[in-house]
């Protein structure tokens, strides 16, 4: 069935390193792609998404490129601040309506 | 802006209890979700409803059921509680056609 795997965490930062989470995918078809994040004692939020090969989902100054070659989505930012901290989830949509998300990856950014 | 709301941040129940999860919806939406959410695991889907009196099986439906009676309410149901249910239990809500979820705040529900 589809799958999604991130990179474990938690990733601890300094204020204005640069971010990378990874995320690969596994689905039949063409996924939509998606980054959540969840702040502290929040539900989740959309962050960015993608909706076919090669798109380039940004918000807030993160981004992330659907490729479809490698099966990836991965997160990046150029330099993260300690409002970033908080765990983000890499999901997808197979076009069956219902989200498939990874495990998780909780990001701490030290000032 | 959409919201949706469930009824408790914080629920602390015996084992054996029957316990209602509540989400409410303020939009049109057809889609309704319930997740649980553990450390390590992500976000796991329990129930899915797309439309009144229509549900679905997720990927761990075992011990839970769903009730879904008016479009914007959609409860989740623990029959009978045990304390491998205690998580944070998300309920989450989009449009039909578009791509975008809106989570509820969730519930952390211990068993004891």
């Known amino acids: 069935g589809d799958s999604v795997t991130q990179m474990e965490g938690p990733v601890t930062l300094s204020e204005e390193a640069f971010l990378t989470i990874n995320c690969t995918y596994t689905?039949?078809?063409?996924?939509?792609l998606f980054w959540y994040v969840q702040y502290p004692g929040e539900g989740l939020q959309l962050l960015l998404k993608?909706?076919?090969?090669?798109d380039k989902g940004s918000n807030k100054g993160f981004e992330a490129t659907y490729r479809k070659e490698t099966t990836s989505f991965h997160l990046e930012k150029g330099s993260v601040q300690v409002s970033d901290s908080a765990v983000y989830f890499c999901?997808?949509?197979?076009?069956?309506?219902?989200?498939?998300f990874g495990q998780g990856t909780e990001l701490s950014v030290k000032p | 802006d959409v919201k949706v709301t469930q009824s408790s941040r914080y629920l602390v129940k015996r084992t054996g209890e029957k316990v209602f999860l509540e989400c409410v919806q303020d939009?049109?939406?057809?889609?309704m979700f319930w997740y649980r959410q553990d450390p390590g695991l992500g976000l796991r889907l329990i129930y899915f409803?797309?439309?009144?009196?229509?549900?679905e099986k997720g990927d761990i439906p075992e011990g839970y059921s769903v009730s879904r009676e008016k479009k914007e309410r959609f409860s989740l149901i623990l029959e009978s509680a045990s304390t491998n249910q205690t998580s944070m239990y998300l309920c989450?809500?989009?449009?039909?056609?578009?791509?975008?979820?809106?989570f509820g705040q969730g519930t952390r529900l211990t068993v004891v």
């Open positions: 999901a997808l949509d197979n076009q069956g309506g219902k989200l498939i």
């Open positions: 689905a039949t078809g063409y996924p939509s």
């Open positions: 993608a909706t076919k090969a090669d």
């Open positions: 939009m049109d939406h057809e889609n």
């Open positions: 409803s797309y439309d009144v009196k229509m549900k």
């Open positions: 989450a809500t989009y449009l039909r056609g578009n791509t975008e979820a809106f």
